[in-house]
């Protein structure tokens, strides 16, 4: 009995030490009203608000947003969502959301065939999030400005920025 126990408080720590590393919540407690955007309907239609209430967000202190490809569940750097530029993150979602449906779909989200900037899944989600910027009026050149990031070269940019139909600055 005093070893079962022992044996269930081990496991109940080794649980809480993870979950201080890797906290995961529900995707609506932090993304508001997100399933009632049209860029969202869009991207799941009917299943919007099915999918919205079964998915997951994992918390890291590294890089900005993406999509495990195991779990299909977000993972987000709390300090980008604390202090990034509110558009910057609204449009982020939006690409990581193209990407849980293409997983949802059984696409490889990190097929090795291709570069980056040219995969078909990151093209489909950055037209998808470039569409929804020109909605909130954004111009190509202040597309580029998000698009730009640290890991990515000029020449990568660019290429991207032709994939996705952005005049490149
Ligand atoms: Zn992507």
């Known amino acids: 009995m005093v070893w079962k126990l022992f044996r269930l408080f081990r496991k109940l720590h080794i649980q809480g030490l993870l979950r201080f590393i890797w906290t995961t919540w529900n995707f609506n407690d932090y993304f508001v009203g997100f399933e009632k955007t049209d ?3 869009g991207i799941f239609g009917e299943k919007t608000e099915e999918v919205l209430r079964n998915l ?5 202190l590294f890089g900005y947003m993406g999509v495990d490809d195991v779990d299909g569940q977000l993972i987000v750097n709390r300090r980008y969502l604390n202090k990034g530029n509110k558009e910057d993150i609204y449009l982020d979602v939006i690409h990581e959301l193209v990407h849980v449906r293409q997983w949802l779909e059984g696409k490889n989200l990190f097929d090795p065939h291709f570069e980056y900037v040219n995969r078909p899944t990151e093209i489909e989600a950055y037209a ?3 569409n929804e ?3 909130l009026g954004w111009s190509d050149s202040r597309i580029c400005q998000y698009l730009e990031t640290e890991w990515l ?6 290429q991207l920025a032709k994939n996705i139909n952005v005049k490149y600055k």
């Not at 070269?153 to 660019?158: A, G, I, P, W």
């Open 39 to 41: 860029a969202v309907k």
């Open 56 to 60: 997951k967000v994992k918390f890291v």
């Open 128 to 130: 998808y999030t470039v």
């Open 133 to 135: 910027a020109r909605k």
């Open 153 to 158: 070269s000029e020449k990568e940019l660019q």
